[in-house]
């Protein structure tokens, strides 16, 4: 039997993401370091999870390769998004 199940692998995921993602917004407004770098490791981690199963899954066949790459352009957008924030924030921008 199998133990990797890629539904309940995207559900965590996708759990990730909205944590990250309200992380990333709650630090970009009230300017909180442990805010900002938990969510940019979360938003890493995502990305990298996501990327891996997609190209595994796909190479495997399964149609549910396709959402976790299109989940990893979601999630590569968002961290583009926050890094852009972050540095306006920092001056850098």
Do not use: C, K
Not at 28 to 42: C, K, P
Not at 64 to 87: C, P, S
Request: proline share 1%; net charge negative.
């Amino acid at each position: 039997m199998d133990s990797n199940n890629p539904v309940a692998v995207f559900v965590v995921l996708v759990t990730l993401y909205v944590f990250s993602l309200t992380l990333a917004i709650v630090s970009l407004a009230e300017w909180a370091f442990i805010f900002t770098s938990l969510s940019f490791v979360g938003l890493i981690v995502g990305l990298i999870v996501s990327l891996t199963q997609g190209i595994a899954l796909q190479r495997e066949g399964t149609s549910l390769a396709t959402a976790y790459l299109v989940f990893a352009g979601i999630n590569e957008v968002t961290l583009v998004w926050f890094i852009t924030r972050f540095g306006h924030h920092l001056g850098f921008l």
